[in-house]
């Protein structure tokens, strides 16, 4: 049932690469004017798409500046706030309470431990991780920074609406409260991406799972609510 649910929706999302939102970048421009990620902003809104007098960054975006620190974080965190107003606002607010060179250095040691979920999360949970950066955009940072997406794997974002999603689909609700529930989520993940894959003839990743679980969760939420 999973699957099938999981295929509905990946015939009409398709790949996560293809996930864009728009992005208020002038208001990051003025709101970090003067802070060390002012260049960076100036560096990811340069390269994208604009329209209608807004600027479009997309998953596959995000990652062209995977090598570069400061951009990557800039990027991964605009692309998370999307169109919401105090996005920069909240990104300011993380660099302000640590150094600005915390920021690669989480990154450095995000991309080390890249392959295994529970060092993920313990990196993300301890003295490298930053202040104000939950679980949610913690792990949109370890994901544009750590997955692999020629092998399909790496971490992967949780966030309250994939937490819908996989509780609806699983029964557990806990994947953003330990290392090991993240890590069985990745497992999971990899399994329906590999089902996927079978049932469709397609290459299909397990971060297009969590995009499927992403999109799916405000239903899940709503149809919780409805049955109360």
Request: net charge positive; with cysteine.
């Amino acid at each position: 049932m999973p699957t099938a649910i999981l295929r509905l929706l990946h015939d009409e999302l398709g790949a996560a690469d293809g996930q864009r939102v728009r992005w208020d970048a002038a208001a990051w421009r003025s709101g970090l004017a003067g802070t060390a990620l002012a260049s960076s902003v100036d560096a990811v809104a340069g390269g994208l798409p604009h329209g209608n007098g807004c600027v479009w960054i997309s998953r596959a975006d995000v990652f062209a500046f995977a090598q570069q620190p400061y951009e990557s974080f800039v990027a991964a965190m605009a692309w998370g706030f999307g169109p919401s107003g105090y996005g920069w606002y909240r990104t300011r607010s993380i660099l302000e309470a640590a150094e600005p060179d915390r920021i690669p250095q989480l990154i450095t040691a995000l991309r080390a431990v890249a392959d295994s979920p529970v060092q993920t999360w313990a990196t993300l949970e301890g003295t490298a991780g930053l202040r104000g950066l939950g679980p949610a955009f913690g792990t949109k940072v370890a994901y544009f920074t750590g997955y692999d997406r020629v092998h399909r794997c790496g971490p992967l974002i949780t966030d309250r609406w994939t937490a819908w999603a996989h509780w609806a689909l699983t029964g557990e609700w806990a994947k953003r409260r330990s290392a090991a529930s993240y890590a069985r989520y990745l497992e999971q993940a990899a399994v329906w991406a590999g089902q996927l894959s079978t049932s469709t003839d397609t290459a299909v990743r397990s971060d297009d799972i969590e995009r499927l679980l992403f999109t799916a969760g405000p239903h899940a939420r709503r149809a919780w609510h409805a049955g109360r």
